[in-house]
């Protein structure tokens, strides 16, 4: 058994494990979708059976403190991650104003198999948001108003935006970049109820000049939708995206038929008639969960931290040498190692 | 190419960066004459350094004047050096020469590798020089408190790494028996070789912390502790070569000039991820769209 663990504990793994790592590393820049998660997993694998035999078997490393707290923080960030990826969820959702968050609505949803977070108990209402622009449309500052249940009954306002997720239930809603404006509508069909719902239009200023979309209505033929916005926009100044202060005349076209209705306007289409309530906005989120975030830093700390206590217990009682004074005696300064390590504990 | 807006832009923090790299060449100068001028005496002799006390007060000269090209820069942009590479390059240049002089002055062995460190910084000043010091945007994922830290402890990585680099190349300078005569005064290269390893487990402390502090920052930013961008994989690539050159140099019996190398190549590679990457790779870390 001793013999077994001294052989998995031998550097050179240590050393080999480190370059299967780095060819891991190399392999996943930029995670292409081929690079099997074994490229990083199994360095990682061969590299913790090495540090935990170690552990057990050299007192080089388990006879100082700091040293072993370091490599043991290093086995510990590998695990977190891992249940990290396992327990993790990630995904993008476009909030209209004034909507209710409903996570049937997300999208590109990627979880682990181990997911387990409460998503259903999360309650939060779209406000209005605002974004600031440098000249040259540099974006900066978002400012995102949300709603959310103050746990007395009434609603509390949150402003989130670029650094400042909104967390709830430990998933963390960031703002991102893709946001715009949406045209409010109500179906009123021939027969039947009427539908109110809204069209997103691409993302703005990013397609200033491309904000279309098209729908077909239940029962009715495909209608094609531009949105004339005037938002204020000036590329060469400062300026605020503030969908509050925007107007928006919606041009629709369905077969021969062109229209352009001003909010509040309805014209006829074949099936039934279509009102433009009014313009609004989305404010496109990107959702992240980790249960694993506070321990994964707690643990890279507490790694760091013995890493520098070993630093100070190996050098505290060693001052740095003199110039000329070794030289001129001829004589060679005591180190606490040998280079190659042969030193004493 | 200029555009009108900058045209007519005053710079005003350029005279304050050109007199801190006069200052740091000057602080070059004194530190190759001072060598060159105790050549001859005989091994291990007194020899005169006086000109130890001018290097210095000249690096620090240099530091202040930059300080105050980084400050006027800050003012008159209304944010801190850290988006383009102009910026990046001055911030560099003062925080390495910073810490480089506080090294040259509370350890004075360290005094004759300015021969070495300083041309090295001469690679950012000769650089800085040939940029357009054009103004940046301030992106606005960078006003959180974790871009300091992860700043901070990166410049401190790099000093660390910039000084143990200097004794690597006294140590492989040595081999070449011309120039072996000029740092006899220095101690041996075991020695050398001991203080070198030294800073670099103080770098890998420094890089660690960089590591964690830019995950918390990026987990704030963008949503993700980490996503192997192309600083993300440049930079853990960059310290696990460090470990594993630390495990190495414990592991086997690696000849002191190849261990000099090594650390050589770990700056070199810190350098180009620091002033490589992010400039190869534009989207994630300048967040701006
Ligand atoms: C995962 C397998 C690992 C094992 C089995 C291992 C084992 C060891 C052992 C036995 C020592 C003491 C060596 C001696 O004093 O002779 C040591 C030192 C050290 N290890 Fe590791 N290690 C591992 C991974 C790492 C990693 C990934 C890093 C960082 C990138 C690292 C950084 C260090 C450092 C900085 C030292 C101290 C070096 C010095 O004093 O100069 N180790 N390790």
Redesign the pocket.
């Known amino acids: 058994m001793t013999a077994l663990l001294r052989r998995l ?1 031998s ?1 050179r ?2 050393l080999l ?2 370059a299967l790592l780095a060819v891991g590393a190399a392999l996943s820049y930029d995670n292409p979708v081929d690079t099997p998660v074994w490229a990083l997993v199994a360095p990682m694998a061969l ?2 059976v ?2 935990l ?3 057990m078997s ?1 007192a ?2 388990n006879r ?1 403190p700091g ?1 072993l707290i ?2 043991l923080s ?2 510990g960030i590998v695990i977190l991650a891992a249940i990290g990826r396992l327990t993790h969820m990630e995904a993008h959702i476009e909030m209209v104003e004034g909507s209710t968050f409903d996570p049937a609505e997300l999208m590109n949803v990627r979880k682990g198999p181990w997911h387990r977070g409460e998503l259903e108990k999360v309650v939060f209402v779209q406000g209005p948001f605002t974004v600031d622009y440098g000249p040259g449309m540099m974006r900066g500052p978002t400012r995102s108003h949300v709603l959310v249940p103050d746990g007395q009954g009434g609603w509390e306002r949150r402003v989130v935006g670029d650094d400042t997720p909104l967390v709830l239930e430990g998933y963390r809603f960031y703002t991102t970049f893709n946001k715009g404006f949406a045209a409010v509508l109500t179906w009123i069909p021939e027969t039947g109820e009427p539908v109110t719902g809204t069209i997103h239009m691409p993302s703005y200023p990013l397609f200033d000049f491309r904000q279309a979309n098209r729908w077909t209505p239940p029962g009715g033929e495909e209608v094609k939708f531009w949105l004339q916005l005037e938002t204020g926009l000036k590329a060469d100044q400062a300026w605020t995206l503030d969908p509050s202060k925007a107007h928006g005349i919606l041009v629709l076209r369905s077969g021969e038929q062109r229209e352009e209705l001003l909010p509040g306007q309805a014209t006829a289409l074949p099936g039934g008639v279509l009102r433009y309530e009014g313009l609004s906005s989305w404010m496109g989120y990107k959702l992240f969960y980790d249960p694993t975030l506070q321990w994964l830093f707690l643990t890279a700390v507490i790694g760091v931290l013995g ?1 520098a206590a ?1 630093f100070w217990n ?1 050098f505290a009682t060693h001052p740095w040498p003199q110039a000329g004074e070794v030289s001129r005696k001829g004589a060679e300064p005591e180190l606490e ?1 040998a280079p190659w ?1 042969g030193g004493k504990l | 190419m200029m555009n009108e807006m900058s045209e007519a832009t005053v710079f005003t923090e350029l005279p304050w960066l050109y007199t801190g790299l006069v200052a740091y060449a000057l602080a070059t100068l004194s530190a190759f004459y001072g060598l060159v001028r105790t050549r001859g005496g005989d091994a291990g002799a007194a020899v005169n350094r006086s000109h130890e006390s001018l290097v210095l007060a000249l690096l620090t000269g240099g530091v202040i004047l930059l300080t105050a090209s980084l400050a006027e820069r800050w003012l008159r942009l209304g944010h801190g050096p850290f988006v383009n590479l102009f910026e990046l390059l001055i911030s560099q240049l003062f925080s390495l020469g910073l810490i480089y002089a506080v090294a040259y002055w509370r350890l004075p062995v360290l005094r004759p590798t300015a021969v070495v460190v300083l041309p090295m910084l001469w690679v950012l000043g000769t650089w800085v020089l040939l940029l357009e010091p054009s103004d940046s945007h301030y992106p606005p994922t960078y006003y959180n408190e974790w871009l300091w830290a992860h700043v901070g402890f990166g410049k401190f990585f790099l000093a660390f790494c910039l000084i143990g680099s200097g004794l690597a190349g006294v140590i492989l300078l040595r081999r070449i028996p011309r120039v072996a005569p000029f740092f006899r005064h220095l101690p041996p290269d075991k020695v050398l070789d001991h203080m070198a ?1 030294r800073f670099m ?1 103080l770098a ?1 402390i420094f890089d660690s912390l960089m590591l964690i502090a830019g995950a918390v920052w990026a987990q704030d930013a963008w949503g993700r502790y980490w996503a192997w961008d192309a600083l993300e994989t440049s930079s853990f690539l960059n ?2 070569f ?3 050159a ?2 190495a ?3 086997y019996r690696i000849p002191i000039h190849v261990g000099a190398l090594a650390i050589i190549g770990i700056f070199v590679f810190a350098f180009l991820t620091y002033f490589g990457t992010p400039f190869y790779s534009e989207a994630a870390h300048k967040g701006v769209i």
């Open positions: 504990s550097t793994f240590t494990g480190m590299l913790a090495n540090l035999a170690a552990v050299n080089r490393i100082r040293l370091f490599h290093l086995l890493l070993y190996k190692t390590g | 390893w487990l890998l310290w696990l460090l470990g594993a630390l495990h140099r414990l592991s």
